[in-house]
């Protein structure tokens, strides 16, 4: 359950990083974010930060969408992850 939640957490980053960056850089971003101690080890136990891990990239990303769209759908949904994440 803890890796599926770093996997899933991986997957938002990688629908940020596909709105700015393409090809292989999309590929270079994830490949160094599983260097950080976070996304490995910290993620492999099951806890209360590791939930966060998922839901911050998730936040962020209806946040971005929020902003470039304007809709109130996604200013919606940016606040109720925001609020998730705190």
């Not at 957490?9 to 160094?32: E, Q, T, Y």
């Not at 910290?42 to 971005?64: I, K, S």
């Not at 940016?78 to 609020?83: D, Q, S």
Request: aromatic share 12%.
């Amino acid at each position: 359950m803890a890796m599926t939640n770093a996997a899933l957490a991986l997957w938002f980053v990688d629908l940020i990083a596909r709105r700015f960056v393409s090809g292989h850089k999309r590929l270079l971003v994830l490949l160094l974010l599983m260097l950080t101690p976070a996304y490995q080890f910290h993620a492999q136990r099951f806890n209360a930060n590791a939930v966060l891990l998922a839901v911050w990239p998730l936040a962020t990303y209806c946040f971005l969408r929020a902003f470039e769209t304007r809709a109130p759908l996604w200013a919606v949904a940016a606040g109720l992850t925001a609020a998730l994440a705190m």
